[in-house]
């Protein structure tokens, strides 16, 4: 017994060995930071005055920020599009691709490739590609005899180019997930269903899709965070606009915090949009959690 205890003890003493840098990377690269952009939110620092604690005056300020509460809007019309689309392109590219037949490796590379491309790169190429003028989609458009809009420069237009953009570059990788998944379910259960009778559709909705919870849940919380997060595509495409129309409240802080070097007011927005994911990623969960109890 003595020498088991001895075993533990050096293992455990060698898995803290392990684990150690990367806790100091974490400790020094998030969690000095989060503490620091914590205390900042209480502070009026604005990089060249002298910084005082002002208490929850740019907490305050938030209520009334007109442009702040726009941009939360502008990402919630922006979720509520992205994420179905995302969740059902990336089902359906799963379940057309999950064959062992010759070809298929080559489909799924294609769909999987413009996830390994920068999200900056990507949106300049789609600068030219909805160009209203010199763009590709204007020029197919125009050979069935369609005026094309200017996609960037429209409000009605503007943030679905966005959500376009963002999907063909998400669903790549939602479908891998899925993918992995649908592999997981057992082959038992497809058989068994056959045996009874049941139609395909009946296979999906009784047997896939009940399995595919855990997995669906996994690509809708990502999906949720990354939409509140939207950053990249809003700023190279849009600069936020037209009319603030597609700006984001990361896209805001941005502005606040480099732009206008209002650092105390920018990390008191930082924190009320962590918040508010922390607060949609709990009802994801909770209404998944329900799904399943029903099923």
């Known amino acids: 017994m003595a020498s088991i205890g001895k075993l533990n003890r050096h293992q455990a003493r060698t898995a803290y060995l392990f684990i150690t840098p990367t806790m100091l990377l974490f400790l020094a690269f998030t969690v000095i930071p989060v503490v620091m952009a914590l205390y900042l939110s209480f502070t009026n620092y604005d990089v060249v005055s002298r910084m005082d604690f002002v208490g929850i005056d740019n907490y305050k300020r938030l209520v009334d920020d007109v442009l702040f509460w726009q941009t939360f809007k502008n990402v919630c019309y922006y979720a509520v599009i992205f994420i179905p689309l995302n969740i059902l392109i990336s089902l359906l590219l799963a379940l057309l691709l999950n064959f062992k037949r010759f070809g298929v490796k080559l489909f799924r590379t294609m769909n999987y490739l413009p996830t390994l491309t920068s999200a900056v790169a990507a949106a300049t190429v789609w600068i030219w590609l909805l160009h209203p003028e010199f763009g590709l989609i204007n ?61 395909a559709f009946d296979r999906f909705r009784f047997i896939t899709w009940p399995q595919l919870r855990p997995t669906t849940f996994l690509v809708s919380t990502m999906s949720i965070i990354g939409a509140l997060q939207l950053f990249d ?46 607060i949609f990623s709990f009802i994801n969960m909770r209404v998944n959690k329900s799904e399943e109890s029903i099923v």
């Open 139 to 199: 020029n197919i458009l125009s050979y069935f005899g369609i005026l094309g809009p200017a996609w960037l420069a429209q409000t009605e237009t503007a943030m679905f180019s966005i959500i376009m953009v963002t999907l063909w570059q998400s669903v790549g990788s939602n479908m891998v997930i899925y993918i992995a998944g649908l592999q997981g379910v057992p082959d038992y259960l497809y058989e068994s269903a056959k045996l009874d009778g049941a139609t």
């Open 233 to 278: 595509q809003a700023f190279v495409l849009t600069q936020g606009g037209p009319g603030n129309v597609t700006k984001t409240p990361v896209y805001l802080i941005y502005q606040q915090g480099f732009n206008q070097l209002q650092m105390g007011y920018a990390s008191a927005q930082a924190f009320i949009l962590a918040i508010a994911i922390l």
